[in-house]
């Protein structure tokens, strides 16, 4: 994981919130492939949010049982705020709260770690 820092090089805490899906590997290259492509597409201000990517991946994949996985996009998707979408992913779908494993342990960068400046 690369690290955002500050000014004086500490690191910034960028997300709060992950959520691990376990998926069926015939399905993971498909789905990787959506996402590297959504995140590839211009930014609309009006139309976009950083939850395009994980939807375009979870419009492709499948979990491991062969059940299509649910997006976190509702009938008013264009509005929704993306930690909105988070919950409605967490809850239509069967995963691990990951939470705990992006939080930084100490606000220095550590021998194995890499950062950028703002």
Sequence with gaps: MVFKLDKDGNKIQRYDRAFFIDTDDKTNVKALRAGFFAAREDYVLTQSDCSDVPTAVLNEAKDTEGKKLENGEG?????????????????RNKGKDYASKIEPKTTQLQENEKGKNE
């Design 75 to 91: 009938i008013w998707a264009w509005n929704e705020m993306p930690n909105s979408k988070q919950s409605k992913i967490e809850k």
